[in-house]
């Protein structure tokens, strides 16, 4: 296969057309071939600058290197001792402002395609049976994990690995978080790559206990005092959507981004021989610029509908990743920008018929240092949809710190922890994660599971 | 997996069922709800508890047939098992938050209304062991469909039934038995719990209201995931915007907007339609869609 040493060996994609009208994955990846010519033109740095830009350091050049020499089954190993979710993570992560953007390749030409080598090495892995190493003996201690997210699969493996016995508590039927009920299917396969990963996990040693609720069935002291555990890590995730707070919120036709994912991802509504229903819609706005806005506006176009992006600031500061934004245009979204809704109109049904917007323009840089819009006198119009769904975020999930005594919580109500050790206010609880961030990536939360297992394992070697 | 241990019929497609869930038995309380999912590809229900039992790890439910899934669900048989069943979810009722003393202040009168007269068992069942005296109203449209009237002699303190058609108890809607209490006979009652179909909540709130006697009610909106994550359940509460699966199930019923709320339970009504045909049709089944002549 011939090589220009500074352009990336492209990825096969399944074509806009095809895949706006079906689930299956937008990316194909790699074959064999084709990583080993990419994983060619990594450089093997002597101070390789993409570890420090991967929040769970992976030894990338280790990696790299062993697949370089076609040994998948070595690359593997290389990664697994770093990150519980290979597979998830070289697709869903943002590797163009982590690794891939401190890649010494990247400074004259294309990086390496970092991403892209993970995800082959784990989906390699994964048809050659390859299992993630086990820990040899057991240290006798038990730790509970609650939530089955990237924070909680990725704490609850490292702590395996170490010996611990480990035991995952999801709130939902099926574990995997975000994994499971909020990225779509067509970028994150959910029966070949999540429940795989999940099962990788299992066969650690962890155990996962699903349908138990934190905080309702059982509380935390209860966890420490009654069943026996030495410590508890708490990944519980972001929590409750927010709505804007305009006219018409409540109509029939107005959704949270997490409830037509969820419904579409964890309860497979798209597919007709499941009985949870989906109100598709025929005409969608989606509100909001981030990936969850991306997933939903790309979900809303596979179930048929015509989709507007509605973002009040400029392209330049859509948070989701860029890659995402690409797909969503090719695939034929379109984007409203500087356009803020002022009010859902409703019919005398109480269905949704249209949105009242309104144009912005920037002006100067806010808090966040991105140039706050400000909204054009006069410019209001109306976008024809029967469907809107908000994705604007979400505030803290208030199950586990109103009933967890001596747990900190900050002003918006995250709950407080050491970013180093995951250590929270309370003796043996650690916490990491979206619940002590804030809505954020898959990757930020592993990292954050990766430093309280750290932090766990310091605190009961005492 | 959780084990259906019995099953009864009740009346009016009304079922009761008892499952092996011991985490749920151990810590529910009365005014909370679990989440039943049958199979791998069923939906997620949420359900009030009707009754538990921490030492044997049961909790009870009651179930209406009003749909496909609850049509499904009817045909379990004792000995089978659900794939999924979780709780408690919501909050208990606010009255378990007053002490002894505030509780033998208050003069309560539950109202319950059809499948509603199951999570009212147990708030009643709490009363009564904590030697709690209150009284009841069960409204029906006729006799034949009361469920749970004899459990329900047995702890209320003065039990009163009313049925539309005057076929038996007092004739005339649960408005018209409060009425008659209160307006007629000079009861007193600090507040009124009703829980039931949310048209008669919103009168019994409206009347109450009238009377000045706060009064709770409990929301059964459309949920999926039932902790929080969805906000399918949002409601209007006064000038806030609630969720029942985590603010509630329970509400001020004087601030509840029972209109909304009852636009916002018809969001699936003809997916739940085009269920049900499917269901009684199988493979004949066309849709109903009026498009394809068939």
Redesign the interface.
């Known amino acids: 296969m011939e090589v220009d040493v500074l352009k990336r060996v492209p990825v096969r994609e399944q074509e806009p057309k095809v895949r706006a009208a079906n689930f299956e994955e937008v990316c194909l990846g790699y074959n064999k071939e084709e990583a080993m010519a990419e994983a060619a033109r990594c450089i093997q740095c002597k101070n390789p600058q993409c570890v420090k830009g991967c929040p769970v350091n992976i030894d990338i050049p280790g990696f790299i290197g062993e697949l370089k020499e076609g040994k998948v089954e070595e690359a593997y190993q290389v990664i697994s001792k770093f990150s519980a979710l290979p597979a998830v993570c070289g697709r869903v992560c943002p590797q163009e402002s982590q690794c891939e953007a401190k890649c010494i390749r990247g400074i004259k030409g294309d990086a390496v395609s970092i991403g892209k080598l993970e995800r082959f090495t784990a989906d390699a892995a994964r048809e050659a049976g390859i299992k993630p190493v086990k820990a040899e003996t057991m240290n006798g201690k038990k730790v509970a994990v609650i939530g089955s997210g990237p924070a909680g699969l990725t704490c609850a493996g490292d702590l395996a690995k170490l010996g611990y016995d480990v035991t995952i508590f999801e ?3 099926k574990a995997g978080g975000v994994l499971s ?1 909020g990225i779509p299917e067509f970028r994150l396969p959910k029966t070949e790559v999540v429940d795989a990963e999940v099962e990788n996990v299992k066969s650690l040693g962890v155990k996962i206990e ?4 934190i905080g ?3 509380t935390i002291d209860e966890l420490l005092n009654e069943e026996g555990f030495d410590a508890v890590f708490i990944g519980s995730g972001a ?3 927010k ?1 804007m707070g305009i006219p018409g ?2 109509a ?1 036709g107005v ?2 981004a ?2 037509y994912l ?2 579409s991802n ?3 509504a798209f597919d007709d ?5 989906i ?1 598709a819609g025929s005409k969608v706005a989606v509100v909001g610029g981030g990936n969850v806005a991306m997933d939903a506006a790309r979900t809303a176009l596979r179930l048929g509908a015509d989709v507007h992006i509605v973002y009040r600031r400029s392209e330049e500061e859509l948070p989701a990743r860029v890659e995402e934004v690409h797909h969503a245009k090719e695939e034929g979204i379109i984007f409203d920008l500087l356009t803020n809704p002022t009010e859902i109109l409703v019919d005398d ?2 269905n949704v018929k249209g949105m009242t917007c309104i144009r912005m323009e920037l002006g100067e840089p806010d808090e966040s240092g991105r140039r706050r819009p400000v909204e054009v006198a006069g410019s209001e119009f109306t976008l024809d949809v029967d469907t809107v769904i908000m994705s604007l975020g979400t505030s803290p ?3 586990i710190s109103s009933t967890t005594e001596g747990l900190d919580i900050n002003r918006w109500k995250c709950i407080v922890a050491e970013e180093e050790t995951g250590e929270t206010s309370k003796a043996g609880v650690y916490a990491g994660g979206d619940a002590v961030t804030g809505a954020a990536t898959v990757i930020l939360a592993m990292g954050a599971g990766k430093a309280a297992a750290k932090g766990i394992h310091e605190f009961l070697s005492k | 997996m959780f084990k259906i241990l019995k099953k009864e019929y009740l009346a009016n497609n009304i079922w009761l069922m008892d499952v092996e869930a011991p985490r749920v038995a151990k810590s529910c309380q009365p005014g909370q709800f679990v989440i039943v999912k049958m199979d791998e590809k069923g939906e997620r229900i949420p359900l009030t508890v009707c009754d538990y039992d921490r030492e044997k790890g049961i909790v009870t439910i009651v179930f209406q047939k009003v749909g496909a899934s609850t049509n499904e669900m009817a045909e379990y048989e004792v000995g089978e098992t659900f794939m999924d069943f979780v709780g408690p979810l919501g909050c208990a009722s606010e009255l378990l938050d007053l002490t002894e003393e505030e509780l033998k202040k208050e003069k309560l009168l539950f109202v319950c209304g059809g499948v509603g007269t199951a999570p009212v068992y147990p708030q009643v069942k709490w009363m009564k062991e904590h030697g709690i005296d209150v009284d009841v109203i069960i409204g029906a449209r006729t006799k034949d469909i009361l469920i749970l009237e004899d459990a329900m002699r047995d702890i209320a303190a003065n039990l009163y039934i009313a049925t539309d058609d005057g076929s038996y108890g007092f004739k005339g809607n649960v408005c018209d038995q409060i009425n008659e209490l209160v307006k007629n006979q000079g009861k007193e009652y600090t507040r009124v719990i009703a829980i039931g179909p949310m048209i008669m909540m919103k009168f019994v709130a409206q009347l109450t209201k009238e009377l000045k006697i706060p009064t709770i009610v409990s929301m059964n909106p459309i949920m999926v995931d039932g902790t929080g994550m969805c906000g399918a359940c949002r409601l209007q509460v006064g000038d806030e915007i609630k969720f029942a699966c985590v603010d509630g199930p329970e509400f001020n019923g004087h601030l509840v907007d029972f209109d909304q709320a009852m636009q916002r339970q018809r969001m699936y009504q003809s997916e739940e339609g085009r269920a049900v045909l499917r269901q009684q049709e199988g493979d004949t089944h066309h849709g109903g869609c009026g498009n394809c002549n068939g």
Do not use: D, Q, W
């Open positions: 709130a939902l039927h009920y699903t349908n138990v609720v309702k069935a059982i929590g409750l959507p709505f919120e409540n029939n959704f949270s997490n409830e969820t419904r964890l309860m497979k021989s499941y009985a949870t229903p109100a049904e109480g999930n208030p199950l």
